[in-house]
Each structure stands twice: as structure tokens, then as C-alpha cells.
């Protein structure tokens, strides 16, 4: 990494301009990522992470539509929880906006290979003009994705959009939105790099989605929030679909399905609670996560399954049903490897220590499940737990 370019301050913020050159494995030229940080968010950034190589037959083209300009495509079919493109940005920047005179995105933009910034400037730029004269910032706005930079201790005392990052993809940012996405995007600090995977199955030629917008929230409020920020009336599968019954039975069907969904941990049972209350049924948590997943395929949110995949899988666990477990077990190492490694870490662990349990030597199968650790002590916990308290009930009878 070079040294800061340029420094502005614009009242209490200060900012500089560096670039990030990432050595390369091959012999293709090194990745450079413009950046425009806080100063004490330099020391914090990961020491040379190597670049990415591009894919020699990737997944997915990307082509013009009819009429929501350049999308990409899915080149052949994609399985649920299937990396798509692993892709550093090419401009890091403030979400705050600067002073109508800064000359920060001019110098921004003067850092991107030539290459890359014509590619760039095709990215879709709804700002006015007015409001948002400059190229890289205008398209920053319409399309930078969220990212999780990691931040100094005092950042607690900054402004909160002060504390947001976000960053232009190339490739990425070519998917068009839907409430009911195929793909979701996962950013990695220590790499430098988002990931944009599937989070259902893909057909070959079918449009690769993500959402822009919060699919918990109602059809309205969806509609408002993408037509103030990105300037687009939504007309995906999921907000028009045909008219079967009356549409506004299918929207408030609809709105209440995905509001159940986003305050369902809140409101419904969970393992840890459940693993807590022996009195409970075997199959409260799973009946009722079963539930949600209907909903969640039904309104084409895929994205939030994780959780209750993973749910399920230990409510087996503790249940000790080999069977099952392995079979939930395994549907969470194959959708969730991107979203979250550590749950999936975890399960494998669980999993390696379950199918080398006989299952006609309980006794083993407990200590072989203690074996592995955390994850191995609620293997058949629920089990164990029943037998305790018949076994208890039979001695009460005994004076």
C-alpha cells in the first residue's frame, strides 16, 4: 500500500486518498482498489491480501434486458449456496457525502486502471445532477454495496453515516433487484472482497437477482424505498405476480407472511430456549421452523434460511435422531458455506463425530458425541434428559 495521496478535512473528518495495489498469485497485473478513508482506518486494514484471479469460464454473462439496462445471467445452472463470483471493489468511499466542491470522487476516479473506469462508467447513475455532480459519486449512490470496514475505538463518537463504507463492483453491481432474490453477497475485510452466491437453485439462463431493498418489509414500503433511492417502480415476480384471487388479498398475504418472517426469532421458539425446557414438546421448535421455511420459499426469501436450517438440524442433534440430523446437518454445509463459516465449521465437526456413531451402542454414541466438544455435549441431550425424568417418576412410586 502506498502512502496517503491527498488528506482533506471537511469540519471534524478528515479523509485521505490512497491506493491499494494486491500482488498477484499469476502473472496478470495486481488488483488496485482507490480508497477514501478515515486516516486511523489505515493501520486497520489487512496487511497485502492477493488478488483475486479472474475466472477463466465463469458462471454468469452479463446482458442487456429489455428495459432494466445490463443484468447478469446465469451461463449454466447454479446450485444453492454456489460461489458466483468472488470480486474486489474498484473504489472504497464514505457513505456520508462530501461538499459539492470536494474534489475527492475526481481524484477518486483518476486512480481506476483506464479499463476499469470505462466499465465503471456504464454502471446505472440515478442521481440528480444537481445534488450529485460527480460521475464516481453519482454511481456510488445507485450502486455501492454496504461494507463492513473495520473501524478505530473513538469511530463510536463519529456521525453513524460516518461509519459507513461502501464499494463499486464491476460485476456485482450488474444485478438487477428483486424482492424475491436468487443470490445474496457476503463482504470479507480480510480479503478485501465480496462473494455473490447463490442462495437457491439457479437455472441456466435465468436472471441473477439481489435485493435492494429490506424483503421484510410491506409491498409498499419496498416500492417507496426503491423508487426514492434508485428512481425504479419494482415490478418483480414478487410485486406482480397474476392475479389468482383478488391482488390486494395476495398483497396483504403477502406483507404479513414477510413481517411474520422478520420478527419470528423474536416471537417464536428457538433451540436454546427450547434445549432449556425439557416440559416442551420434541417437535415445538421444528414444526414451527418447518413453517417458516414454507413461508420463506413461498415469498422467494431464501436469504434469512440459515438460522433455521441450522435450528432444525441441532433439535435432531439434541433429539439424537442420526438420520435426520445428517440430513438437515448436510443441507446446512451446502446452503450456508458463505454466509456463515462458523456455524458450518461447527456442524461439520458434528457431523464427523455422528456418522461414526453406532447406533446400536448408546452408550458409545454418547461418549463418542462428547468427544466433540460444545457441539458434541447436546448430541441426544433431549433423550437423556426424558429418560432421567421417567426414570425419577418410576422411583417416586417406591416408598
Known sequence: MEGPLKTWTYGAHTYVLNILSLPSTSSATPTTIATLLHPSMTPLLPPSPTSIPVLDSPCFEIKQTMYKGAGMFAARGICAGQVIIDEHPVIILPNKPLPLDSPAYDELEELVPEDKIVE???LTNCQDRKVCPSNVEGIARTNALRLAMRLPGDSKEWEPKERQYGGIFLKINRCNHSCGPNAAFRWNVDTLSAVLYAVRPISEG??????????????????AHLEQNYGFTCDCPYCSRPQSSSIEEHINASDASRAQL?????????????????????DFVISSHLHALKLIEQEGMQGMEGPFLEDIAMCYAALGDKIEFMKWANRVIARCGIEDVEMVRKMKVLLQCVESIEEDDRRDRWSKAR????????????????????SKNQHSWHY
Open 120 to 122: 465503471m462508467l456504464t
Open 206 to 223: 435465468e436472471e441473477i437477482t439481489i435485493t435492494y431493498a429490506d424483503p421484510t418489509r410491506s409491498r409498499a414500503e419496498r416500492i
Open 262 to 282: 422478520g420478527t419470528w426469532f423474536a416471537l417464536h421458539p428457538v433451540f436454546s430456549k427450547w434445549m432449556l425446557d425439557p416440559c416442551l414438546p420434541d
Open 371 to 390: 468427544k466433540a466438544g460444545k457441539q458434541g455435549k447436546s448430541w441426544g441431550v433431549r433423550s437423556r434428559q426424558k429418560q432421567r425424568k421417567s
